[in-house]
């Protein structure tokens, strides 16, 4: 299946989507000089689009600055499959967190990157790139590789074919090197990263797939080089990951019956 179009930066849905992307973790609320200059719209245009949608309910105007809006919140927790995934994941990442007592990660492929949609740590965790709803390049993290490895043939030859960014010195750039990584993840189950994401840290992740082994998400243990050494746990995050798979097999089946 062709993977879906976005739609054009010149029609209004394009237009709000510009708007709704402005906002961010960090950043989640904005004023209007703040999303003209992240979304290079016309002034009168976003004027009247801030407009529209804080009447649609999509945004919230307070003292003159705007935020994402209960509803969009509301919307997201609507979402099927994320609201499955994490249903059946969560004590699956507790497992892991109670086995290696380093971060744990959730994470979905969106385009070329990885969406952090869980997150577990405590006080002893790596210092780690991610954070809750953040995005990572795909071939910078163990995840984003797990998420690759299955991802459409057509995702993988795009990804390898644009400008693979370096996130730290060790980044794999080299496009018959993460070619080979790709490989060895399907053939072992598991992916690795190495100080590509940041100084400092390493990871191992596994993919969770649905009944038709095609790819949902990915699992993964990160920790900091010298305490954490991901090879040794491997076939637990690998464990972790084929029981999500079969948990939401069996939720599918029964749905079916």
């Known amino acids: ?3 879906p179009t976005a739609p054009g930066p010149e029609t209004v849905l394009g237009k709000t989507m510009k708007v709704l992307l402005a906002f961010t973790v960090e950043d989640n609320v904005l004023g209007f000089a703040q999303i003209h200059s992240r979304t290079g719209l016309p002034k009168a245009t976003l004027h009247r689009l801030l407009g529209d949608l804080v009447g649609a309910r999509l945004l919230e ?3 003159g600055r705007y935020r994402l809006s209960r509803l969009v919140f509301e919307l997201g927790m609507r979402a099927s499959v994320e609201r499955t995934l994490l249903e059946v994941a969560i004590p699956f990442l507790e497992e892991l967190y109670e086995r290696t007592h380093e971060t744990v990660h959730l994470g979905v ?6 969406v952090y949609v869980a997150k577990m740590g405590g006080h002893r965790q790596a210092s780690s790139p991610s954070r809750l709803g953040g995005r990572m390049p795909l071939h910078a993290t163990a995840i984003g590789k797990a998420l690759l490895a299955w991802a459409p043939e057509q995702v993988q030859e795009d990804v390898l074919a644009a400008s693979l960014h370096r996130c730290s010195p060790r980044t794999v ?4 090197v993460l070619r080979q990584q790709l490989r060895d ?20 992740a596994a993919p969770i797939l649905d009944i038709h082994d095609v790819v949902v998400a990915g699992i993964s243990v990160t ?4 305490r954490f050494q991901p090879a040794r746990h491997a076939s637990a995050v690998h464990a972790a990951a084929a029981g999500i798979t079969a948990t939401m097999a069996r939720r599918a089946a029964l749905r079916a019956d």
């Open 1 to 3: 299946m062709a993977e």
């Open 223 to 226: 920790g900091p080089v010298g």
């Open 173 to 176: 750039v080299n496009r018959n």
């Open 185 to 204: 993840v399907v053939e072992r189950g598991v992916a690795f990263e190495y100080e590509e994401s940041a100084v400092g840290i390493t990871c191992v």
């Open 109 to 114: 492929r969106e385009g070329h990157e990885v």
């Open 61 to 63: 105007r307070v003292d």
